[in-house]
T-cell receptor, first 116, second 114 residues
Framework: AQTVTQSQPEMSVQEAETVTLSCTYDTSESNYYLFWYKQPPSRQMILVIRQEAYKQQNATENRFSVNFQKAAKSFSLKISDSQLGDTAMYFCAFMNYGGATNKLIFGTGTLLAVQP | DGGITQSPKYLFRKEGQNVTLSCEQNLNHDAMYWYRQDPGQGLRLIYYSQIVNDFQKGDIAEGYSVSREKKESFPLTVTSAQKNPTAFYLC?????????????FGPGTRLTVL
């Protein structure tokens, strides 16, 4: 069974600085998707970034980028120029590529606080 | 605007009652999902549906039921058999394309058992 582990329950960063959130996963599959979702205090789950495992190039979305290390089964999220609005719970998630269920498997989350 | 709506935002249930959570989407997505979120945990899949009139159990389906009579709607009923229903419930939808499947979420419903 696939598992997703986020080992940092809480993190803090100063506004305008850079922070990296860690995520590791365990799977025997070779093709899959990885996601980072953001859940602000409103509790709306918002997609931040997506990575296809077959792509070697790391995904980027504006200030958000990932470091995808397939052999190490690691998928970290880097937030550059942190803003107060980035304060949220961040979840890493895994989905099997072409699987029957398209089920997302989530980690337990990292609570990020951006300090002014 | 296109999106996913959930209602109500807050719901209170007495012991022994069944309650139904609404989820509607106008994104023309084929697949819909229900997740449960508890404090300190990630989301766990309750039920999912990839097409109208068809749905499958997820990891924690006991005490829940669903229907999918319309493409746009996927209501979740929390029955009295669910032993610990107090949680935050999130509905999601995605295009039914197994190779480009990104799920988008509604705003959620907070259910509290009195």
């Amino acid at each position: 069974a696939q598992t997703v582990t986020q080992s940092q329950p809480e993190m803090s960063v100063q506004e305008a600085e850079t922070v990296t959130l860690s995520c590791t996963y365990d799977t025997s599959e070779s093709n899959y998707y990885l996601f980072w979702y953001k859940q602000p205090p409103s509790r709306q789950m918002i997609l931040v970034i997506r990575q296809e495992a077959y792509k070697q190039q790391n995904a980027t979305e504006n200030r958000f980028s990932v470091n995808f290390q397939k052999a190490a089964k690691s998928f970290s999220l880097k937030i550059s120029d942190s803003q107060l609005g980035d304060t949220a719970m961040y979840f890493c998630a895994f989905m099997n590529y072409g699987g029957a269920t398209n089920k997302l498997i989530f980690g337990t989350g990292t609570l990020l606080a951006v300090q002014p | 605007d296109g999106g996913i709506t959930q209602s109500p935002k807050y719901l209170f249930r007495k012991e022994g009652q069944n309650v139904t959570l609404s989820c509607e989407q106008n994104l023309n997505h084929d697949a819909m999902y229900w997740y449960r979120q508890d404090p300190g945990q990630g989301l766990r899949l309750i039920y999912y549906s990839q097409i109208v009139n068809d749905f499958q159990k997820g990891d924690i389906a006991e005490g829940y039921s669903v229907s999918r009579e319309k493409k746009e709607s996927f209501p979740l009923t929390v029955t009295s058999a669910q032993k610990n229903p107090t949680a935050f419930y999130l509905c999601a939808s995605s295009i039914r394309d197994r190779y480009t499947d990104t799920q988008y979420f509604g705003p959620g419903t907070r259910l509290t058992v009195l």
